[in-house]
């Protein structure tokens, strides 16, 4: 399980949006405006959206209200952890939103006016729905867990001209699987990427000096980063945890390395590094005997590290040299079992459906023909794909279907159901028949094989990179 962490002025501050609901801030100075679902409330003294009604589903706020032009939507006015607020239209007139201003709203997406200048703490926070966000230039900062646990949120685009992230502020964003930090940003608050499940992509801002407090703790597909020149430390926790970091480009400007900064990182093979082996050794570095154990130090390498984690692997823009499934899917390319989801497009975080998996373990044992043309199953039909595939596993006993007479090629393979596949494609290696359950023993051949870090895994989507770094790993 991966480790959570929430601080206490994290815990404080979820608490407060908690107990302030949208409708409680009304003022004596405050008149109603009629959206659907009931009113907004505006304080024509300042400008300001102050609340809404509870059952308010959507919103288009104008330009002024009763004359006054609308300048800022007030702290927790749309917070509505148990409301519909669905639709939000801001007019190009906000410059400011405050703190926890759409906690826990249920739209999918907003525009952010182009003049906008403060985005507030926890402003978006737990907007489960938002799936992108464009964050002006104007916004010099992003407020301390703007966009907290925003589970789907996807596309984060961030213009040049922002010039810090707070705390936490894209924390447990567990959809997102790219960013790019512009170069005017300067500084990162702690924990401002923690947790994020499906972050494999990163491009960090060469205007930053240190790479903070768990930066990237505990994101689990970070398989490569470049620390960008001018960094002098990685502080502690900096990337706690991020099991699938296999590279990482470390320049000569970097000085120190705290405590955990680069830890439990178990597939970590090689750090590229800038300076001289002399100025590695006088670098100060807390965890220096776990590193120099569990990975090799390329010195004087920086640029090809930059060059190795920048490349490409088959044309595949998302697969890099550095990157532990880098050779498997060089090899399951090369030997015809994956093509990708396009030309330059492996989808390395992409999850496969139990079609697929059985698709490409038949391909990695060279395509047999299978002996039978007795299909047990209703869903598999002569002109699918996977058809012959799934005859092939059906009689050679690696699978007996989701039940006597269904395969279910289209639903979601979970590592059990992968990992078992392929165990017992092989022979069911070391096989006791004492497991508690029909894949406790195929996923601990797999951990003992150094496979998978953890048996918890098991009920987890199994996404493209290890379905064919499993196959490399087992058939080579």
């Known amino acids: 399980m991966k480790r959570k ?16 609901t949208a409708s409680a ?3 004596d100075t405050d008149v109603s405006y009629p959206v ?3 009113n907004i409330y505006f304080d024509k003294i300042t400008g300001t959206v102050t609340g809404c009604d509870d059952y308010v589903t959507a919103a288009n706020i104008p330009a002024s209200i009763q004359g006054v032009t609308v300048k800022g939507i007030g702290a927790h006015a749309f917070s509505m952890p148990y409301g519909d607020l669905t639709s939000v239209t801001l007019p190009d007139t906000v410059t400011w939103i405050g703190d926890s201003a759409f ?6 997406g907003i525009s952010l006016p182009s003049g906008l200048t403060r985005i507030g703490e926890s402003a978006f926070s737990e907007c489960n729905n938002l799936k992108s966000i464009r964050i002006p230039a104007g916004v010099s900062t992003v407020s301390g867990w703007a966009f907290y646990g925003c589970n789907d949120l996807k596309d984060v685009t961030l213009v040049n001209g922002i010039s810090s992230l707070g705390d936490y502020a894209f924390s447990e964003c567990d959809s997102l699987a790219q960013i790019t930090i512009p170069d005017s940003v300067t500084n990162l608050g702690i924990g401002v990427f923690q947790n994020c499940d499906s972050l494999v992509d990163v491009k ?3 205007g930053l000096s240190a790479i903070p407090i768990a930066c990237f703790q505990s994101s689990e597909r970070l398989a490569s980063i470049t620390i960008p020149e001018g960094v002098s430390v990685i502080e502690e926790s900096a990337f706690w945890g991020c099991d699938s970091l296999s590279s990482i480009s470390v320049p000569a400007s970097v000085t120190s390395i705290e405590s955990s900064g680069i830890y439990h990182t178990n597939r970590l093979a090689t750090i590229y590094y800038g300076g001289t082996a002399a100025q590695w050794g006088d670098m100060d570095i807390s965890d220096r005997d776990y590193l120099e154990e569990l990975c090799a130090v390329a010195f004087d390498s920086y640029a090809k590290g930059v060059d190795a984690t920048s490349g490409s692997v088959r044309g595949f823009s998302d697969v890099h040299p550095g990157d532990y499934y880098g050779d498997a899917v060089a090899w399951a390319k090369g030997k015809g079992i994956t093509t990708g989801m396009s030309d330059t497009l492996f989808g390395a975080s992409s999850t496969v459906t139990r079609g697929q998996a059985v698709t490409f373990l038949w391909r990695s044992n060279g395509c047999p023909e299978p002996n039978t043309k007795n299909n047990p199953f209703a869903d598999v039909k002569s002109s699918d794909y996977y058809y012959k595939a799934v005859l092939w596993a059906v009689e050679n006993s690696i699978t007996n279907g989701t039940d006597a007479t269904h395969f279910s090629p289209s639903n979601t393979c979970k590592y059990q159901d992968m990992l078992t596949f392929l165990w017992r494609s092989l022979g069911a290696p070391g096989f006791t028949g ?7 023993e195929p996923m601990n051949w797999a ?4 496979m998978i870090l953890t048996e918890d895994v098991s009920y987890s989507e199994c996404p493209r990179a290890d379905v064919v770094y499993f196959l490399w790993v087992a058939l080579n």
Request: glycine share 8%; proline share 0%; with cysteine.
């Open 36 to 38: 659907t679902g009931g």
């Open 204 to 206: 960090l801002s060469s």
């Open 447 to 450: 951990y003992k094989s150094k």
């Open 434 to 440: 004492t497991g508690t359950y029909w894949y406790s």
């Open 103 to 108: 906690y826990s709203a249920k739209f999918t």
């Open 5 to 20: 962490i929430l601080t206490l002025a994290l815990s404080l501050a979820l608490c407060l949006a908690l107990s302030i």
């Open 25 to 27: 801030v009304k003022s």
